[in-house]
C-alpha cells in the first residue's frame, strides 16, 4: 500500500541531483524498484498548492531517477488523472521513475485549471502563472530527491496537454519530451518562442468532441501541433514514417491506433510522433499497454 509522507521525511534520502550520461540515443536502462507515495508542497503560486509524489520504494538517493509531471484535464486532479494513464502503476517497473501529480487552481466555478495557451483554460482571466509554479515545483524536487536532470517529462490530458506544449514552449533547455493527449500547442508558433525542440508524442482520438482532431480556430489540429514541434526539432516534415498499429483503447477492438514518426533529420531526442486513435472520443478507457508504451517511448528521450 502506498503512504502518503511529510516532505521532511524524504529529505533525509535526499542527494544531489545530476546529470547522467547514458551515451548516445537511444538509450536504455534496466533495474527494479517498487512504490511509495510522499507529498511535496507547491511554493510557487497563488497558494501552497500540494502534488503528490510517488516514488520507488527502494529509492536510497543514490541513483538519480527520471521524473515525469502528469498535469491534468480542466476541472479534475493529479490522482483522478492517474486514474486514466496509470503511470503509477509503472513507478515499480524496470525503469524506475518519479511521478508528480500537481494540481490546477480552482477557479469562480471551483473547477482547477491551468493557464496554458490561448485556447485552454483560463476562461475566467485569472491569469495564474502556472509556468512558475510547475518550474518551483521542479526545482524544489531538484532539491529534495536525486533527479536526472537530463530526463524530465512533461504530459497531461487536455487542459493538461495544453500545459504540457506550453511547458515546452518556456522551459524547453530543461524538458526531455512531452506526452499531449487531446491538447494542442499555441495556434500562433510566434507565442510559442521556444528556439529548441523538444520530444513530441501527441496522442488524439479522431473522433474527439471537445478537443477537435482537426483543430478549431483558436488551436491547431493534432497533425499541424506535431509538425510545428518537428520542425523546430529539426525534423524533415516531408519525411514520415509509419509504425505498427496498437491496441491502446479498450473499447474499441483491434489496434485502433495508428502511428506517424518523423525522424529524418531531427536532432537527438527531438524527434516527434503523433498517436491517432481512429473512433475514439476525448478520454479513452486505455488498456496498460497504454502507460507501457507511452513510457517506453518517452525513456528512449534525453536532453543531450
Known amino acids: 500500500m502506498r503512504r502518503l509522507l511529510p516532505l521532511c521525511a524524504a529529505v533525509l534520502v535526499a542527494c544531489p541531483s545530476e546529470e547522467v550520461d547514458d551515451g548516445p540515443c537511444p538509450f536504455e536502462e534496466e533495474g527494479a524498484v517498487h512504490a511509495e507515495q510522499t507529498a511535496v508542497p507547491g511554493v510557487i503560486g497563488p497558494d501552497e498548492r500540494l502534488a503528490d509524489v510517488v516514488v520507488p520504494f527502494s529509492y536510497d538517493g543514490r541513483t538519480a531517477l527520471p521524473v515525469v509531471f502528469l498535469l491534468h484535464g480542466f476541472g479534475a486532479s493529479g490522482t483522478m488523472q492517474d486514474f486514466l494513464f496509470k503511470f503509477g502503476d509503472h513507478v515499480d517497473g524496470a525503469q524506475g521513475f518519479i511521478l508528480v501529480l500537481p494540481n490546477g487552481t480552482p477557479n469562480a466555478e471551483g473547477r482547477p485549471h491551468w493557464n496554458a495557451t490561448d485556447a485552454c483554460c483560463d476562461f475566467h482571466g485569472d491569469d ?120 491502446l483503447v479498450n473499447t474499441i477492438d483491434g489496434a485502433e491506433t495508428k502511428v506517424l514518426n518523423f525522424t529524418e533529420g531531427c536532432g537527438c531526442g527531438t524527434d516527434a510522433t503523433l498517436w491517432t486513435m481512429e473512433g475514439e472520443g476525448h478520454v479513452p478507457a486505455f488498456t496498460d499497454a497504454f502507460a507501457e508504451h507511452a513510457l517506453a517511448w518517452l525513456f528512449e528521450r534525453r536532453i543531450h
Open 128 to 247: 495564474v502563472d502556472d509556468v512558475a509554479y510547475l518550474t518551483g515545483l521542479l526545482d524544489e524536487l531538484i532539491e529534495t530527491f536525486r533527479v536526472d536532470t537530463s530526463r524530465v517529462y512533461f504530459t497531461g490530458h487536455s487542459n493538461g496537454g495544453y500545459m504540457s506544449y506550453r511547458m515546452a514552449c518556456e522551459i524547453p533547455d530543461r524538458i526531455a519530451a512531452i506526452l499531449p493527449l487531446a491538447g494542442a500547442t499555441w495556434l500562433n508558433d510566434a507565442d510559442c518562442g521556444a528556439t529548441e525542440g523538444v520530444g513530441v508524442l501527441h496522442v488524439h482520438g479522431d473522433q474527439d468532441p471537445d478537443v477537435l482532431y482537426e483543430g478549431d480556430f483558436d488551436y491547431p489540429g493534432a497533425f499541424d501541433s506535431v509538425v510545428t514541434w518537428a520542425e523546430r526539432g529539426g525534423c524533415d516534415v516531408s519525411a514520415t514514417s509509419e509504425g505498427e498499429p496498437l491496441d
